[in-house]
């Protein structure tokens, strides 16, 4: 269907409708909900005998927001959002938007005016980069890995033998004859699981495969936190290549990097025209080493906005372990910086508290709700209890 057929189809936005309810907005800004991804992004639903699409936004410093794309010829005026009380979150319902359609928010700012076009922070699919738009998608499949998670307890157990492959999905095994491209998720499933079997190991790790603008990354700079990279397929491609390694009896554990994004336009950064996920101040929110903006953790909406891309994999796509990317690097202040170029923290040490409030939130969430799944990190220096429970003071990895 071309732009122009879509646009017909699509009527005035709605505000009647919504998917959030007092208590979400609550969470939400407390900084405890852990599932955002079930009432923020882009949500297709009927109504009222309508067909259509939810979406909604959290942009606290907006003056206005519009969701733009191809069903209505990606025209910044056609169908703004509205706020929802003093939560910072925008929403409406589109009537006529369906899945495999394109969309952004359009934002214009309080600050200076400044207007920008950015891609859904909790979209389930985004367009193959070096495109930035966001997909309507919907996360239906129909698994067979039941006798997996049966035993998944036992066989991930800190007991039983481990032994993990770390792949990355883009570079693994590719086709010559085809002007040597990567293989597609499903084409990767037999293949790999064959490899790993034959080679006995028990897990895949995979490096990051959430979306990212820059290729040479590996993953590691994230701007889709909810989406798997449609370099290789779709969510349920993806979700068929973690199904078909769990029928042959072997975990998957993926890369997630909450440490820090990058810094491209479309993405997290300068989000509604102020540093909404990152600090302020580049002391504290720009990392020098990878020239990425870093999380503020101690902003309660930034909280849960991770906790539940964290919760949203292990749910959703029966994620194994999660192995969490450069710990080291959010536990210290002064990581890579000299004297002068770091703010201490309100005791005039060097430990990033907020960061490991989070850290120590996300494990105890994690294995609250999976307790049978694996938590690693990345930690590289000699930070205390990395691996004891978070009640005699540690940060509750393993």
Same mark, same amino acid.
């Given at each position: 269907m071309s732009p122009d057929q879509l646009t017909r189809t699509v009527t005035a936005p709605r505000y009647d409708? +919504?998917?959030? +309810? &007092?208590?979400?907005?609550?969470?939400? %800004? !407390?900084?405890?909900?852990?599932?955002?991804?079930?009432?923020?992004?882009?949500?297709?639903?009927?109504?009222?005998? !309508?067909?259509?699409?939810?979406?909604?936004?959290?942009?606290? %410093?907006?003056?206005?927001?519009?969701?733009?794309?191809?069903? %209505?010829?990606?025209?910044?005026? &056609?169908?703004?959002?509205?706020?929802?009380?003093? #939560?910072?979150?925008?929403?409406?319902?589109?009537?006529?938007? #369906?899945?495999? +359609?394109? @969309?952004? $928010?359009?934002?214009? #700012?309080?600050?200076?005016?400044?207007?920008?076009?950015?891609?859904?922070?909790?979209? $389930?699919?985004?367009?193959?980069?070096?495109? +930035?738009?966001?997909?309507?998608?919907?996360?239906? @499949?129909?698994?067979?890995?039941?006798?997996?998670?049966?035993?998944?307890?036992?066989? %991930?157990?800190?007991? &039983?033998?481990?032994?993990?492959?770390e792949v990355h999905c883009g570079s693994w095994m590719r086709v010559p004859e085809e002007h040597n491209r990567p293989l597609t998720y499903r084409e990767l499933a037999p293949r790999l699981a064959e490899y790993v079997e034959r080679m006995q190991f028990t897990h895949v790790e995979f490096l990051p495969i959430m979306e990212h603008p820059f290729y040479g990354s590996w993953g590691y700079q994230t701007t889709g936190y909810f989406a798997p990279t449609a370099r290789y397929g779709t969510p349920q491609d993806f979700m068929f290549l973690v199904d078909y390694l769990h029928q042959h009896g072997i975990g998957v554990i993926l890369d997630w990097v909450p440490s820090h994004f990058p810094s491209d336009e479309h993405g997290l950064a300068y989000f509604d025209g102020t540093h909404l996920f990152e600090h302020s101040d580049s002391r504290q929110g720009f990392h020098p080493d990878w020239k990425t903006f870093i999380f503020n953790y101690g902003r309660n909406e930034v909280r849960s906005f991770l906790l539940s891309s964290a919760m949203f994999w292990l749910d959703q796509y029966h994620i194994d372990g999660l192995r969490v990317d450069a710990v080291a690097s959010m536990l210290y202040l002064d990581y890579s910086r000299q004297p002068g170029e770091w703010i201490p923290n309100k005791y005039g040490g060097r430990e990033n508290l907020d960061a490991i409030e989070f850290l120590r939130r996300f494990n105890e969430e994690a294995y609250k709700e999976h307790p049978d799944i694996q938590t690693i990190a990345e930690e590289s220096t000699s930070w205390p209890m990395v691996s004891k429970p978070t009640y005699l003071g540690g940060l509750g990895f393993g």
């Open positions: 409708v +919504t998917l959030l +309810t &007092a208590q979400d907005f609550y969470l939400f %800004n !407390e900084g405890s909900h852990y599932r955002i991804y079930e009432k923020l992004g882009a949500h297709e639903m009927e109504t009222g005998g !309508e067909r259509g699409t939810c979406f909604g936004v959290w942009a606290p %410093n907006a003056r206005e927001v519009y969701v733009i794309g191809s069903f %209505n010829g990606w025209d910044h005026r &056609a169908h703004p959002l509205r706020p929802r009380g003093a #939560s910072g979150i925008w929403e409406a319902f589109v009537p006529g938007v #369906s899945k495999g +359609t394109l @969309y952004k $928010f359009h934002i214009l #700012s309080h600050h200076h005016g400044h207007r920008v076009d950015k891609a859904d922070p909790i979209g $389930f699919l985004h367009e193959k980069p070096p495109r +930035t738009g966001s997909v309507v998608w919907d996360l239906a @499949y129909k698994w067979s890995d039941q006798e997996w998670l049966r035993k998944r307890g036992k066989l %991930n157990s800190l007991r &039983a033998p481990i032994s993990i492959y």
